[in-house]
C-alpha cells in the first residue's frame, strides 16, 4: 500500500493544464457570491448602479448596516421617547437648553420613526434581499444537480489515501457506492470514479439564518407600525369598554387608527385578591396577587368570569390585559354645612407609594357644595392612607400592605380647583392656586387622621367627612402587538440556521479504482471541505476502512518500509497558502 502526499488546495488551483478540474470538483461548496477584484465601474450610469448594488448586497456591508441598526437603537434606550413618555421628554427639553434643540433636529426624542433610522432598515432589509435571492437560487441549484466528477489528480486535495487490491474496479467502486450512501451523501458514478457530498445543510442553515432576518425586520416593523398599548385603573365594581375615551393613557404606532382598529370588549372588576407573606425575611411580599373579571366579547357577548394574574393575561380578539398594579380606594361620604350629602360613599384611588402601599392622591368635591354662607365652592382634600397603621407616635409609613389597621389622614382645603378651565389636569394632585386652606384653631393647616367610621368636621360649620371603609384598585394594561408570533419564529429560525451553518461542515469525497500497469487494482480516496478541518480526513480514514475490509490489498502489493499496514493511512498535509 503507499502512502499520500497532498499538494495544493483548490484555492491554489491553476488555470491552464491538466488541474484546470480541480476548480470544479472544489467549486460552488457555498452559495456565497464571488469576490470581485476592487475597481471604479467605466461603465457610465449602469455600471455605478451595479458596483452601487453589488456592494450593497455584499455580507460585510449587511454586517456593517446590523452594527449600525444597533447603535441606532442606543439613543433610543436612553434618551426619553415621544411615542412612550411625552411627559419626561417635555421635562428634557425644558432642563437642557442646548440638548434639547439638539436632540429634536437629530430626531432623537422618536429614534424609531426617524429618517436616519427608517434609512438604515431599509438598507439592511434590502441587503438581506439581494444576498439571500441568487444565493437560494443557487442552491437550489446545486440541489438538483449531482456531486462534480473527480479531479484527474486526487494527490491535490487535502486529504488523500491509496492502496492496491485484488478485487476488481467495479466491485470497488460498487462498494464505494453503497457505502457513502449508507453514510448519508448524495453519490453517484462518474467514468472511473464514485462522487459523494454531503452537508447540504450548512448552506440551508445560512440561508434560514438570513431569511429568519427578514422575517424578524417585517414582523419588528409591522409591530411598531400596528400597535397599541394603554393603561386603566379600576376600582372593584366598576368596569372598563375597549374605546379610547376610557384609557387612562394610551400610545399606538403610526398606522395604528383607534376609531377602527381597537377590538370591541368590556370587563368589569368585580373582585381583587392580594395575600402577602406574613412573617420572616420575604415578609410582606405578594403570595397570591389576582383580579377577578366579567368580560365580555363584542358589543352583545355574553359576560364570562375568568382571573387575571400576573404573567397570566385575558387574551381577547388579538389584545392582551395584563395586570400590572394594585392599591386601595378609601370611601368617603361628604357632607356640605346644612348637612348635605355632596358625595355619597365614593370611592378614590390614591397612589402607591411604596411596597407596603402607603398612598397617596387627592379628593375633590367638584359639585353640589354650598359653604356656612351659602356660596357655591369646591372642596379639595391631599390624602395620605395607610393599610396597616404602627400606631400613635410611628411613622407616617405603613408597615404590611395589607388591610391590618387602616388609617386616612387629611388636609382640606376649600375654594376653585382648576377643573373647570378646559386643561388637563392630574386627578391625584390638588392645583391649589385658587385654593384656601382650612384654618385650625391655631392658624394651621387643618389636617385629621381617621380610622373607619369616623368623622371628620370642618372649620366653622362648613361640613363633614366621613371615612365609611375601604375598596381595592386594580391597574389594567392593554396591549396589543401584531406580529409578535413571527418575530419569536424568526429569532428560533435565525438560532437553529446559525447553529447548521456553524457547526455543520460541507464535504466532498472521492473514490476513484482503476487497473494498474500490472493488472492490479488501484484505490484512491480524497476528501474536500468547504474550509480546513480535522473532520475531513478523520472522516475519510473511517470511509477508507471499511472500504478497506471489503477491499483488502493484494497479495502481491509492494511493502512500504519494513512493515505491511493492516489498513490504509491517511495522510493530510497543509497545502502552501491554505488558510490556517
Not at 500490472?518 to 480524497?526: I, L, P, W, Y
Request: charged share 20%; net charge negative.
Amino acid at each position: 500500500m503507499s502512502k499520500t502526499t497532498t499538494g495544493k488546495t483548490p484555492t491554489d488551483t491553476p488555470a491552464t493544464g491538466e488541474d484546470q478540474d480541480l476548480g470544479a470538483a472544489g467549486s460552488q461548496l457555498s452559495t456565497a457570491p464571488r469576490e470581485e477584484s476592487p475597481g471604479l465601474p467605466s461603465l457610465g450610469v449602469i455600471g455605478w448602479a451595479r458596483w452601487f448594488w453589488r456592494q450593497l448586497t455584499s455580507m460585510r456591508v449587511a454586517l456593517l448596516l446590523l452594527l449600525l441598526l444597533s447603535l441606532g437603537a442606543i439613543p433610543g434606550s436612553l434618551i426619553p421617547q415621544s411615542g412612550v413618555d411625552e411627559v419626561k421628554v417635555e421635562e428634557f427639553r425644558e432642563n437642557h437648553d442646548f440638548l434639547g434643540p439638539l436632540y429634536d433636529k437629530l430626531g432623537l426624542f422618536h429614534v424609531y420613526s426617524s429618517v436616519w433610522f427608517s434609512a438604515i432598515y431599509i438598507l439592511l432589509f434590502v441587503s438581506l434581499i439581494g444576498c439571500i435571492v441568487p444565493r437560494t437560487w443557487q442552491f437550489v441549484g446545486q440541489l438538483r444537480g449531482r456531486p462534480p466528477g473527480a479531479p484527474r489528480r486526487l494527490t491535490r486535495l487535502p486529504a488523500y489515501t491509496t492502496w492496491r487490491t485484488s478485487a476488481e474496479p467495479e466491485q470497488v467502486r460498487e462498494a464505494a457506492l453503497a457505502l457513502l450512501k449508507k453514510r448519508r451523501f448524495r453519490a453517484h458514478t462518474v467514468g472511473d470514479a464514485v462522487a459523494a457530498e454531503k452537508g447540504y445543510l450548512r448552506e440551508a442553515g445560512n440561508l434560514l439564518f438570513h431569511i429568519a432576518l427578514i422575517v424578524m425586520l417585517i414582523a419588528f416593523a409591522w409591530g411598531q407600525l400596528f400597535k397599541y398599548e394603554g393603561n386603566k385603573l379600576i376600582v372593584e365594581g366598576d368596569g372598563f369598554s375597549n374605546t379610547l375615551t376610557q384609557y387612562d393613557d394610551f400610545k399606538s404606532g403610526n398606522l395604528f387608527d383607534p376609531d377602527h382598529d381597537l377590538a370591541p370588549f368590556s370587563f368589569t372588576l368585580k373582585d381583587f385578591r392580594g395575600t402577602y407573606e406574613p412573617t420572616g425575611p420575604n415578609r410582606g411580599t405578594p403570595r397570591v396577587y389576582e383580579a377577578t373579571v366579567d368580560y365580555a366579547e363584542g358589543a352583545y357577548g355574553k359576560d364570562k368570569a375568568t382571573t387575571i394574574k400576573v404573567n397570566e393575561p385575558l387574551e381577547i380578539d388579538g389584545s392582551k390585559v395584563y395586570l400590572v398594579s394594585h392599591g386601595y380606594a378609601p370611601v368617603l361620604t361628604v357632607r356640605d354645612a346644612k348637612g348635605k350629602v355632596v358625595m355619597d360613599k365614593e370611592a378614590t384611588a390614591l397612589l402607591p407609594l411604596d411596597s407596603n402601599v402607603t398612598s397617596s392622591g387627592a379628593v375633590m368635591v367638584r359639585d353640589g357644595y354650598r359653604n356656612a354662607e351659602g356660596e357655591r365652592e369646591q372642596l379639595g382634600f391631599n390624602a395620605f392612607f395607610l393599610p396597616t397603621y404602627g400606631g400613635e407616635g410611628s411613622t407616617m409609613l405603613s408597615t404590611f400592605p395589607a388591610l391590618v389597621n387602616p388609617m386616612l389622614a387629611l388636609s382640606a382645603y376649600h375654594g376653585d380647583l382648576g377643573v373647570d378651565a378646559g386643561f388637563s389636569k392630574s386627578i391625584y394632585q390638588l392645583d391649589k392656586t385658587n385654593l384656601e386652606e382650612f384654618k385650625d384653631s391655631d392658624g394651621e393647616l387643618f389636617k385629621k387622621q381617621l380610622k373607619i367610621g369616623e368623622t371628620m368636621t370642618l372649620p366653622n360649620g362648613a361640613g363633614t367627612v366621613t371615612f365609611e371603609g375601604v375598596q381595592e384598585w386594580a391597574g389594567f394594561q392593554v396591549t396589543q402587538q401584531p406580529a409578535s408570533g413571527w418575530a419569536l419564529a424568526g429569532a428560533v429560525a435565525a438560532i437553529l440556521g446559525l447553529a447548521g451553518s456553524l457547526f455543520i461542515q460541507r464535504r466532498r469525497v472521492w473514490v476513484r479504482a482503476v487497473k494498474g500497469a500490472d493488472g492490479v487494482t488501484v484505490v484512491e480516496m480524497a476528501g474536500l471541505g468547504r474550509s480546513e478541518s480535522a473532520k475531513v480526513p478523520e472522516e475519510l480514514g473511517d470511509l477508507a476502512g471499511i472500504l478497506y475490509e471489503r477491499a483488502p490489498d493484494a497479495p502481491d502489493a509492494p511493502k512500504t518500509g519494513d512493515d505491511t499496514p493492516d489498513s490504509p493511512d491517511t495522510h493530510v498535509v497543509p497545502a502552501e497558502g491554505a488558510e490556517k
